[in-house]
């Protein structure tokens, strides 16, 4: 195309280009602004409201929320809870899908569809049910402690539910289609004519995973981690279920707080800090992707 057919930046055909991409963003930026900025800024009124009835109606302004949120331990402990609850759930799950998703990714079989669609299967299935079948298996009469029972290799009930144990291989199983899908999408800088030379050149299978596969994929695996890693912090459902009310994350802190003690403004000033550590990943994945890049 010649310099002629493309249009300046002040001719009229550019400023319907740009008038027409204003158009199409219109829509998705008044959704954005609806669905998320709006209530965004509520939450941060009504953390900092004095009354349950003032983050609806407003009134006078006060960081009790907050004082109360930083300086009293159990908070401390209820986010240590929630940042160990999603850096092992994170960890393992990336460890056991990272498999399954390099060879989806590798495979040349004609049943590679058929393949990755079993794999995220799961995510058609309520994770409320997904957790209900979780309790069966992990409970004190659940299909592991009657098969060891049966077997006499225990006396007693060996405690799987109703702790954080349940809770870290509930949310493993479930936020592991995740992961697989996170990792699809980020393997494509992984080329098998890189390591059919390696080969060539003598590299075992061994070297060629750690120096060639690994460091490749590795900026999907940290999607894939920072994708569960925030899913699991924020979950709510299964450590309920799965915890019995004994663990404690922001997640069931902040419904307890909504709709048991009915305090609207400290259930605000939670979800800020559930914000604040996401942000904070989001930026600590950042630099670490910048790092990988360079």
Known sequence: MSAAAVPSAGSP????SRG???????????????TFLLPLIWLLRASFASSTVGAFSGGDWTAQSYSTVLFDPFYWRVTWNTLVLGFNVAVFAVILSYPIALFLARTESRFRGVLTAL???PLLTSSVVRTYGWMVILGDRGV??????GLSLTDGVIRLTNNSFGATVALIEILMPYAILAMLSGFGRLNAQLEEAAAML????????????????LPGVLTAG??????AISSFVTPRLMGGGRVFVLG????????????????AALSVMLLVLFSSIILLYQRALRALET
Do not use: D
């Open 202 to 217: 003598g590299a075992n299978r061994f070297r060629i995973f750690t120096r060639i596969i690994l460091p490749l994929s």
């Open 20 to 34: 027409m991409l204003l158009m199409l963003l219109l829509p998705g930026l008044a959704a954005l602004v609806i």
């Open 252 to 267: 069931t802190e902040v419904f307890n707080e909504a709709t048991v003690t009915l305090n609207w403004p400290l259930a």
């Open 119 to 121: 794999a995220v299967a």
């Open 13 to 16: 055909t550019a400023g319907a």
């Open 144 to 149: 592991i402690n009657s098969t060891l029972q």
């Open 226 to 231: 920072l994708l569960v890693f925030v899913l």
